[in-house]
């Protein structure tokens, strides 16, 4: 079992940079792909990122691609959200995940999550 907990979230303007941080128990996180979602209010939960076991390969949501950078570092258990020119329709209640199945963009897939923490994007 994986226990996730997000940090990192706040209240940015447009533009500015923020980094999301998810950490997780347990001795198999590296085994797990983990990802990235987010949902705003109204909408529902969309893929954001994810990355593969080893670092590699990551996949982007194009809403994101080239702003938002994930990276993880198996000896401490974490995964991060490098997140840039942050726009107002970036403002959503981000989620890190970890799942076991390769290349899934889908929520269905990610068995274990964190409780989300809040990114508000200030035009």
């Known amino acids: 079992q994986v226990q996730l907990v997000e940090s990192g979230g706040g209240l940015v303007q447009a533009g500015d940079s923020l980094r999301l941080s998810c950490a997780a128990s347990g001795r198999t996180f590296s085994s797990y792909i983990m990802g990235w979602f987010r949902q705003a209010p109204g909408k529902e939960r969309e893929f954001v990122a994810r990355i593969g076991i080893s670092g590699s390969p990551t996949y982007y949501a194009d809403s994101v691609k080239d702003r938002f950078t994930i990276s993880r570092d198996n000896a401490k258990n974490t995964v991060n959200l490098q997140m840039n020119s942050l726009k107002p329709e970036d403002t959503a209640v981000y989620y890190c995940?970890?799942?076991?199945?390769?290349?899934?963009?889908?929520?269905?897939?990610?068995?274990?999550w964190g409780q989300g923490t809040q990114v508000t994007v200030s035009s």
């Open positions: 995940a970890a799942s076991l199945v390769w290349h899934t963009a889908n929520a269905y897939d990610y068995t274990y």
